[in-house]
């Protein structure tokens, strides 16, 4: 072989190995676009009693790893895969609830608004009133330190 057939050999297997890898680049962007494509679960928890928004809940999705929290409007915001999946909603004195069967498609959003119960319906708090300096007073201080 001279030297112009190897320098010809040479472009050709370079050419192709261009071409292989500008193929695995389109695949993989194509598949990547796939995987990140994702829909947006938006909405607003609120007080089943009086409707009040409520800070601090939180929103999952159980077995997924997918998780966030209420702002001070009681608004969420949840990126997820296209797929269809059940809410888990809890905040501290109120019920836990699941919503299931939240249907989202690639770059959808859809919005869900959801009321929790209270846990507690009424509290009853019980108390005594100490006048300060009696003997009274002293005895509990003590009992209760």
């Not at 928004?53 to 929290?69: D, N, Q, W």
Request: aromatic share 6%; glycine share 10%; hydrophobic share 40%.
């Amino acid at each position: 072989m001279n030297k112009k057939q190897f320098f010809c050999h040479l472009q050709r297997t370079f050419k192709i190995k261009s071409q292989l890898m500008v193929l695995c680049i389109v695949l993989c962007n194509t598949f990547s676009a796939g995987v990140r494509a994702q829909g947006i679960i938006e909405g607003q928890i609120t007080s089943e009693q009086n409707g009040a928004p409520l800070e601090s809940a939180r929103v999952i999705i159980p077995g997924t790893g997918y998780i966030t929290s209420t702002d001070l409007d009681g608004k969420y915001r949840i990126e997820v895969p296209a797929g269809t999946y059940n809410l888990r909603v809890n905040r501290g004195g109120y019920v836990i609830r699941d919503f299931p069967g939240v249907i989202i498609a690639n770059g959808q959003t859809i919005s869900r608004n959801l009321a929790l119960e209270t846990e507690i319906e009424q509290l009853v708090v019980f108390g005594r009133t100490l006048i300060e300096g009696t003997t009274a007073s002293t005895l509990s201080l003590q009992r209760d330190a």
